[in-house]
């Protein structure tokens, strides 16, 4: 069945960087848009990232556009999340989903925390 | 940016019962919506598509109804597998996907 394991995460100090990892099972990243979503302590939902399923177009939140970068490997049918610039608000545990219009399949959740 | 706003936040419903739960959009949305139910450390599990399409569940479990900018995701008869947050999310504004801030149904 389809299925998405993420690994990655962990503490990191503020201006840090991070890398999650997304290694998607059942079908393939290339015929799939792609999300990543995160959820602070105690809060709701927010998107953070997709990347088309060509690989070709890639939108932000506002809240991380120019720190965070999407990305794909095809060959490893693995989804990246790359962290830059990272601040404490960004702290939150971070899933991946698929899905173009409503998320059908989503990973089991990552925790990154941002702290001195 | 289209807002999603839910209501209650906070749901008290006894077991056998129904919970209603309310979701408004700041703009027209058609039935790009969808409803989802996350557990305590779990991952959200979509209910829900196209405002009414149901995707898991036994049915007349999980219902959604509404178009435009007022939306509702029925439960019947609330068991305990059922007390969870619910969140709804608009995917008419591509490529900004939004969510509502949740509402929490727990037991009365």
């Known amino acids: 069945q389809e299925q998405l394991v993420q690994s990655g995460g962990g503490v990191v100090q503020p201006g840090g960087s991070l890398r999650l990892s997304c290694a998607a099972s059942?079908?393939?990243?290339?015929?799939?848009?792609m999300h990543w979503v995160r959820q602070a302590p105690g809060k709701g939902l927010q998107w953070v990232a997709f990347?088309?399923?060509?690989?070709?177009?890639?939108f932000y939140s506002d809240s991380v556009e120019g720190r965070f970068i999407i990305s794909r490997d095809t060959s490893e049918n693995t989804l990246y999340l790359q962290m830059n610039s990272l601040r404490p608000e960004d702290t939150s545990l971070y899933f991946c989903a698929k899905g173009n219009g409503a998320f059908d399949v989503w990973g089991q959740g990552t925790m990154v925390i941002v702290s001195s | 940016e289209i807002v999603m706003t839910q209501s209650p936040a906070t749901l008290s419903v006894s077991p056998g019962e129904r919970a209603t739960l309310s979701c408004k959009a700041s703009?027209?949305?058609?039935?790009?919506l969808a409803w989802y139910q996350q557990k305590p450390g779990q991952a959200p599990r979509l209910l829900i598509y196209?405002?009414?399409t149901r995707v898991t569940g036994p049915p007349g479990k999980f219902s959604g109804s509404g178009s435009g900018t007022e939306f509702t995701l029925t439960i019947s008869d609330m068991q305990s597998e059922d007390f969870a947050a619910y969140y709804c999310q608009q995917y008419n504004s591509w490529p900004l996907w939004t969510f509502g801030q949740g509402t929490k149904v727990d037991s009365k």
């Open positions: 703009q027209n949305i058609s039935s790009h």
């Open positions: 059942g079908f393939t990243l290339s015929s799939f848009g």
């Open positions: 196209g405002a009414s």
């Open positions: 990347i088309r399923h060509t690989g070709n177009n890639k």
